[in-house]
């Protein structure tokens, strides 16, 4: 790599040189290599994720175009979009082939079938000098020009920026094919992601653009990882271009977001001796359903909401209608209703529906306060009344999953559990005859705790965050994002790997406490680069657990 006037950086390279060559034989080096290798691993099955997701949502766009003029421009304009990103995207696919080919001398055939997980073993994914020499040259500060380099990999993935945006905005100026604004100024975003940013980085007086920040002097395994990332990126904004066009053209304006299992029982009021029946199936919503798109109306029939009656309406949230009626004398109860909803061509349909509920005596209720589950490990509190008993001559007893019950006054009581599975709780209350028990024992599950999430300045496993945030960070801690007990969940180790000044530092310690030479990786990080933290986590009930997070850093 020598030749010419050279850099700061390049001095410091040639008389370090047979030092980093050892490095690489040295397990940090070796980590940190096959954490390319597990990373460029997971971005090929996002890829082939990502392609057979898109081929799914273009077939569902073809087919509603086939039935809908409206839905065909649309559908036009993505396939001129999808042809511009499979340039480029193949493009990327015969780079990384000569890459490999040039570094582990090999066939391009040969290389084309290569992956790093079968050369972490045998090929040279640690050589820095022969992706980079390919890509850029000898000088980084002036990269070479020309067919399958680094140089004409910017201008490919530059010219794919403006053409897709050339697209969009020509869109917008069509009445017929016009985006939403919010889904036009979100697009534009979106493809900002795969322009080169080409802003340069100093050392000393040498000025380094997109080409070195990207590919100089990094090792085989980098450079394939990042080629790839690139080719996630494009299906990626491929995925965007499907779903914003599609729902554009009405195709998916409303888009089916919240599937949740849902239990339909005959009754819900059964006596001993009969069975109990329920119809149990996967339903979908959407989260953004609400007036002009779907109305829930009790009191009429399908015939009668499409002529206009007027009925009760129910409040739909986040999707799902919320019905509520009060209930007065004891009995049977029957209500029916149709759901109006708008389909994706403008016209309404109608569902009918119908439901009945018992309305009975109260009894003996046991309510968990926090959730409708039990935790092993961690205090549960209860709450148990009888109808027409004072709380001071209710007692609850329980059985299973190790459970031990701590009265605390005024119908209020404390679970522990050492273990999992069923507990069976029964109500009884005092009177003149002793005491009864009020209604049949009722059963509860008793989960483990959830699985722990690091905590960084306050976030659970947050996906980025600001270099000035992650500067002031001095200890990691831990919990159940979401949990609503008071679980202790305490750090007992971690291994933190991060680049700083162009070095990877890897780092590990134990307790909550950041060492002062994690701390230096933590405030040196670059921005753009991502820092990963594991961590050893021992939650309340003892046993322990890993946790994982990649922080991207930024500005």
Known sequence: MGGGKETPRQKMIGMMYLVLTALLAMNVSKQILHGYVAVNESIEKAKENMHENNERLFKAFEDMAQNTAAAKPYLEKAVMAQKEIMETYKYIGVLRTKVIAKTEKKDEKTADTMRLEMMEKTGQIDNYDAPSGFLIGSEAATPKTGEFTANELKGKLKGLHDKLIGIVDAMQKDPKIKLPEDDYDALKKKLKSIEPDETPFME????????????????????????????????NVEADILQVFSGASGKLAIKFDAVKARVVAKSNYIQAGQPYEADIFIAASSSKLGPGDMEIIVGVDSAAAAGGAKGTLVPIVAGEGKYSVGTGGEGDQEYKGVIKYKSGDGTFKYYPFSGAYKVAKSGATVSPDMMNVFYAGVPNPVSAAAAGVSPADISVSATGAGVKVSPKGNGKYEFNFSGTGDCMVTVSAKGPDGTKAQGPPQKFRVKALPKPEIKISAKYA??????????????????????????????????????????????????????????????????????????????????????????????
Do not use: C
């Open 462 to 555: 947050p996906n980025e965050l600001k270099k000035a945030e992650l500067s002031t960070v001095g200890g990691l801690g831990a919990g159940a994002n979401g949990f609503d007990f008071q679980a202790n969940y305490v750090v007992v180790s971690w291994e933190i790997l991060g680049k700083v000044k162009g070095k990877n530092m890897n780092v590990n310690g134990n307790g909550p406490t950041l060492t002062e030479e994690a701390k230096t990786v933590m405030k040196g990080a670059e921005v753009g680069s991502k820092v990963y933290i594991d961590a050893r986590i021992k939650g309340p009930d003892g046993k322990f657990n890993m946790a994982t997070v990649g922080i991207k850093i930024l500005k």
């Open 204 to 235: 000393g007086n040498v000025k380094f653009g997109w080409e070195a920040k990207n590919f100089y002097h990094l090792p085989e395994a980098a450079v394939v990882t990042t080629l790839n990332k690139m080719q996630a990126d494009l299906k």
